[in-house]
Structures are given as C-alpha cells and as structure tokens.
C-alpha cells in the first residue's frame, strides 16, 4: 500500500509559479513511478507529466511542456511538480498518483494509488 499526499497548491495570479509536493509512504519510494493528473469540475482526469524510477527524465503532456517540471528528491520521499508561467485555465485540482511499473504510464487507470488532491487556482 502507498500513501501519497499532495501539498503547496493555492491562489496565484497569471503568470506566476506554485511547486506542488508530493509525499510518498509505505513502499520503497525509490521504486514507485509518480504521476500528477489535474481534473477541473465536471471533466476528465488529465495526464500532466510524470517521472519514472527507471528512467531518468520526466516525461509530459504537450500542455505542460516549456512550463512545467518534476522531480523527484528520494531521500525525502517526494516528487516536485514546479509550474511557471501559470494560465488561468490551469486551475483545476492537481493529484498525484503511483505505481511500481518500469516504464511510462500516462492513463490515470494504470495508477492504483492517488493523492487527495490539492486545488490550484490562477487569476487573471
């Protein structure tokens, strides 16, 4: 079983940045892939990025290439969701989910394990 919880989202205007947190408990973190999805009210889930224990770069959406960046620290069990140049219509809740596989995974279905969200929200 995994934990994961999502932290640093808030209110921010056009433009600006947020890093989004994910903290990971109850599996050997370095082996678990982490995704971050975002869903806004009444909508699908949508893949955002994701970062891969066996493999190396982080892989994205088309609309979060050039703006946005994950990491991952594994010494304090976290990956980082870093979003610059924030729209308005990024404004959905973010969650991060994770799995044990060896490769990449952009479909919320192939993620057993999730996050309780954590709301963005970009002004104009």
């Known amino acids: 079983q995994v934990q994961l919880v999502e932290s640093g989202g808030g209110l921010v205007q056009a433009g600006g940045s947020l890093r989004l947190s994910c903290a990971a408990s109850?599996?050997?973190?370095?082996?678990?892939?982490i995704g971050w999805f975002r869903q806004a009210p009444g909508k699908e889930r949508d893949f955002v990025g994701g970062?891969?224990?066996?493999?190396?770069?982080?892989y994205y959406s088309n609309s979060a290439k050039g703006r946005f960046t994950i990491s991952r620290d594994n010494a304090k069990n976290t990956v980082y969701l870093q979003m610059n140049s924030l729209k308005p219509e990024d404004t959905e809740v973010y969650y991060c989910?994770?799995?044990?596989?060896?490769?990449?995974?952009?479909?919320?279905?192939?993620?057993?394990?999730w996050g309780q969200g954590t709301q963005v929200t970009v002004s104009s």
């Open positions: 970062i891969s224990w066996s493999i190396s770069s982080p």
């Open positions: 109850g599996r050997t973190f370095s082996r678990l892939n």
């Open positions: 989910a994770a799995n044990g596989g060896g490769g990449v995974y952009y479909r919320d279905v192939d993620y057993p394990y």
